[in-house]
């Protein structure tokens, strides 16, 4: 098991002994921002989880966990901690409010998207994080619809 490999299982021990560290300052205190900071890291803690399951076997669902969790909204929520505790009270409630509400329209847009996936396109050799948007394809194979290849037809760059 390579570095790559094990480091996932690290991550997530350890966001889980400061998430729960956290959520008890939050019950202690009652401090919105211990709320916000401890949903933020079991969210890293779920990304993380998600990669480490990842290099051992494949499951879109925990892949669906690795990319909302770990990619998308683990920083926002972090980051709403940190304004609940620098920034007046009336106006964080409305982020709170925004925040919730794309939280949950990202979710909606990732289980829509999940049925796209290209599920040969996966490996357990690799970092999830190094494979999600990538698809190396052989020569000669046809390159489906709507795909994105960044190649460019270059004929007329030669010509000179």
């Not at 956290?22 to 998600?50: C, D, E, K, N």
């Not at 076997?57 to 505790?85: C, K, M, P, Q």
């Amino acid at each position: 098991m390579s570095i790559n490999q094990m480091l996932p299982f690290v991550s997530t021990a350890l966001m889980l002994f400061f998430t729960v560290y956290v959520l008890q300052r939050y019950t202690l205190r009652h401090a919105p921002h211990f709320l916000f900071w401890g949903i933020g890291l079991a969210m890293f803690g779920a990304g993380s989880f998600s990669e480490a399951y990842l290099s051992l076997s494949w499951n879109r669902w925990v892949f669906f966990v690795w990319y909302l969790f770990g990619a998308e909204l683990n920083a926002a929520w972090i980051g709403h901690g940190t304004l609940n505790l620098l920034v007046r009270k009336r106006w964080v409630r409305w982020a709170t409010v925004v925040l919730v509400a794309a939280s949950l329209f990202a979710a909606y847009l990732m289980a829509r998207a999940m049925s796209t996936l290209d599920l040969s396109a996966f490996t357990t050799s690799r970092p999830a994080s190094q494979q999600y948007g990538t698809k190396v394809m052989e020569a000669g194979q046809p390159v489906p619809d709507g795909t994105k290849t960044g190649l460019v037809d270059c004929k007329s760059c030669y010509d000179g």
